[in-house]
């Protein structure tokens, strides 16, 4: 069943969303469901007129989407009218899917996709107006990006939903949630198996990749007497005892697809909040506000330590890093160089 309310909204008020130039006339909701577009109404950009047919979609992700937008194609074939999508707003992703399936799209934000023949108007607009929550965040909610997490690590494996809530260490009724929203988002899909797959790597990587600043990580700052960065980070090593650790940031970049030169802090995540006060006195280190040469995190998240590895240093040995995906997403939201250091990282050992 179709929100009628919705409908009603977007007739009083997608004429009034549209890009200059462009009008919509007769606007005529329709009662929709077996064979019946929602809305029928003639687009008009210049001396041109399009008879157009109209199917509505106001939730759910791009896989639903993408069928909505298939509906209105099949109205259109019917009808000999033109096919369009309508919405509250559509983002990126949404409005790449609607030019892949051929539609034209419209919503009360004021995005705009048109093309037929030679007449093409299009009209972006990048932030959401209606200031709802962010659809993908519980998708990416601390626990629930350990699954993202795993899938971005190996994206050519298939896995069985089971598998996967071990392997990210998450509950399988959670596991069940989230792949559910993946496959309705088009990041994931299901073979005939059951088996499940990456759909969109790129998509998934990047949808992550905008919800990470919002993590709540904790920071501590300190100064060591040491002479050297390598100094400092052997005296790590030497001290670490039993005390889980891993590089990230400039530190691990450095180890494992160095770019920046010059690189005078050495930067770990320890595994709890209790582990700071005796890295401190292990290491002798001076608690400082800024400008120190040490730099220990305690992650929003277990997940962070997923998949660390050993590096090789010449100068110290063996050090542990974080993967590369995240030392990707700490880099990536670092001030200073760090966005430049990311994607130098992405292009060698990602490939996404």
């Given at each position: 069943m179709k929100d009628t309310q919705f409908s009603a909204l977007l007739a009083s008020q997608l004429p009034g969303s549209l890009p200059e130039g462009v009008t919509l006339e007769g606007y005529k909701a329709g009662p929709g469901g077996f064979n019946r577009p929602d809305a029928q109404a003639v687009l008009k950009t210049g001396d041109k007129e399009f008879p157009v047919v109209i199917e509505v979609q106001n939730a759910g992700g791009t896989a639903s989407l993408r069928e909505t937008a298939r509906q209105a194609k099949e109205y259109g074939s019917q009808s000999g009218n033109t096919p369009f999508v309508a919405g509250r707003f559509f983002g990126e992703r949404a409005r790449q899917v609607v030019k892949e399936e051929g539609v034209g799209l419209m919503d009360l934000a004021g995005n705009f996709y048109f093309k037929q023949g030679d007449t093409y108007v299009e009209k972006i607009v990048e932030k959401n107006p209606f200031s709802q929550k962010i659809v993908l965040k519980n998708l990416f909610s601390p626990v629930s990006s350990r699954i993202t997490r795993v899938l971005l690590t190996d994206p050519n494996k298939t896995w069985l939903l089971g598998e996967l809530s071990q392997e990210a260490k998450v509950s399988l009724g959670q596991t069940h949630k989230v792949i559910d929203r993946m496959v309705e988002e088009e990041f994931i899909g299901r073979n005939e198996d059951v088996k499940l797959t990456l759909k969109n790597t790129a998509a998934l990587f990047e949808a992550w990749k905008k919800i990470y600043p919002t993590y709540q990580q904790q920071k501590f700052t300190f100064f060591s007497y040491r002479q050297g960065y390598m100094a400092i980070l052997a005296s790590v090593l030497?001290?670490?005892?039993?005390?889980?650790?891993?590089?990230?940031?400039?530190?691990?970049?450095?180890?494992?697809a160095p770019f920046i030169r010059?690189?005078?802090?050495?930067?770990?995540?320890?595994?709890?909040?209790?582990?700071?006060?005796?890295?401190?006195?292990?290491?002798?280190?001076?608690?400082?506000?800024?400008?120190?040469?040490?730099?220990?995190?305690?992650?929003?998240?277990?997940?962070?330590?997923?998949?660390?590895?050993?590096?090789?240093?010449?100068?110290?040995?063996?050090?542990?890093?974080?993967?590369?995906?995240?030392?990707?997403?700490?880099?990536?939201?670092?001030?200073?160089?760090?966005?430049?250091?990311?994607?130098?990282?992405?292009?060698?050992?990602?490939?996404?």
């Open positions: 030497e001290n670490s005892g039993n005390r889980p650790f891993a590089l990230s940031f400039f530190s691990g970049a450095d180890l494992v010059g690189i005078t802090r050495v930067q770990f995540y320890v595994q709890q909040p209790a582990d700071i006060e005796q890295w401190k006195k292990t290491l002798e280190l001076q608690e400082i506000e800024s400008g120190g040469n040490v730099e220990l995190y305690v992650p929003y998240d277990e997940g962070v330590f997923y998949k660390k590895r050993m590096i090789s240093s010449p100068a110290v040995g063996n050090v542990p890093v974080v993967s590369n995906i995240q030392l990707y997403m700490d880099l990536f939201t670092n001030p200073g160089r760090g966005v430049e250091q990311a994607e130098h990282l992405r292009g060698l050992k990602l490939k996404l």
